[in-house]
């Protein structure tokens, strides 16, 4: 098979997937049977590395964002008919999409609620010997002032414990940003393809390249050059 049928076969396959990620999918694998040709490999050679076309399909419909994916495939071909659709169903598409666009924010802004409240808790904590130097002057003034004593020494107390939970306050907010971080790229995936790396903090080929990750039968089959004996090839 030559590239251009690997390509063609490759875009009927892929049928109804949004146009942007069938133009990724085959810009990335034109290009990867071109450096393997490059390597040295026959064309013939290039594209049989690749595996089957309907296991490159599948592959690339798993990893494009359910939303896109869900909205082509109930794409009917007729601009027209499109508009019409999504007027007659808007009653039901557009609260559903208000409810799940709110969750997502309430979850959001709740998260950060919780780390706005253990800062403000503790910040009070931290700050309360001001008060009771405030109780020590307004209970001596009035001529109680072991009872004074006694709230600066508990607003003392409550200042520690505010210095040491700090410490704690600060990783649960670390957390909890982290939570925050994870929910946002996880909404984004929704949508479109996310950049990043993956949690094991190794990199994922397809979303740092914007396009399909390569199969494993593409990367395990040697180059050219890989079963070359040393020194190169020498002429008869």
Do not use: C
Request: aromatic share 8%; no cysteine; net charge negative.
């Amino acid at each position: 098979m030559t590239k251009q049928e690997f390509l063609s076969e490759l875009e009927r396959a892929l049928g109804k997937l949004p146009h942007a990620e069938v133009e990724q999918a085959l810009a990335f694998y034109d290009e990867a049977i071109s450096d393997r040709m490059e390597d040295g490999l026959s064309e013939s050679e290039a594209v049989a590395g690749l595996g089957p076309i309907d296991e490159i399909a599948a592959q690339i419909a798993a990893e494009t964002p359910p939303i896109p994916r869900a909205i082509a495939r109930a794409n009917t071909g007729s601009r027209t008919l499109n508009i019409v659709l999504l007027a007659v169903f808007s009653p039901i598409w557009v609260p559903v999409a208000l409810a799940l666009a709110a969750a997502a924010l309430a979850v959001y802004v709740a998260i950060w609620a919780v780390i706005a409240s253990l800062w403000i808790v503790d910040t009070v904590l931290v700050l309360m010997p001001f008060a009771g130097l405030a109780s020590l002057a307004a209970l001596a003034g009035g001529g109680m002032p072991l009872p004074g004593v006694f709230v600066l020494g508990l607003s003392l107390v409550s200042s520690g414990f505010g210095l040491v939970a700090s410490f704690a306050v600060f990783w649960a907010s670390r957390l909890l940003f982290q939570a925050t971080r994870a929910f946002a790229r996880w909404v984004a995936s929704l949508f479109v393809r996310v950049s990043g790396t993956d949690d094991d903090g190794t990199s994922n080929r397809a979303k740092t390249h914007g396009g399909p990750s390569m199969p494993a039968a593409v990367e395990s089959v040697p180059s050219v050059h890989d079963t070359l004996p040393e020194g190169g090839v020498h002429n008869a």
